[in-house]
């Protein structure tokens, strides 16, 4: 069964843009209800640890210091089959490749500085909440 919770950050790219109060529209827009967030910055520490799973691939040193360049909003969002649909919601990785109407479409600007992040399963959306909030911060 699908999960009704996933994790986001606003990146550093968008944050500097201005686009905080867009994206956080076109969230709630797509039905997605605030369960908790945070307007934070990671440490390159931090970063690293967050995106371990590409410590391999070339572009980490670069991702890791694009999101420990400046503040970020993170959040935690739920709604029914939360994980699915926020991707729905974020478009494709890369924004050439982004569907019209996603956030990615409107505020990425290359496949590095991408404006939003959405956990990939249920399991990490856990992790990741985790990762940023204590239960305490979740409501
Ligand atoms: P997503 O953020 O859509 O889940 P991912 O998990 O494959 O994408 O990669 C994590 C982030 O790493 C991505 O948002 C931006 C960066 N990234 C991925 N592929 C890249 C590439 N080919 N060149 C530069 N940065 C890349
Ligand atoms: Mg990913």
Redesign the pocket.
Known sequence: MAGNITFTMIKPDAVEAGNIGNILQMIQAGGFRIKAMKYTKLSPEKAGEF?AV?SE?P?YG??VEFMSRGPIVAAVLEKDNAVEDFRTLIGA?NPAEAAEGTVRKAYATS??E?AV??S?SDENALIEANFHFAGTEMF
Request: glycine share 16%; proline share 0%.
């Open positions: 995106y590409h691939r572009f670069e991702l990785t496949i590095g991408n992040h959405g990939d």
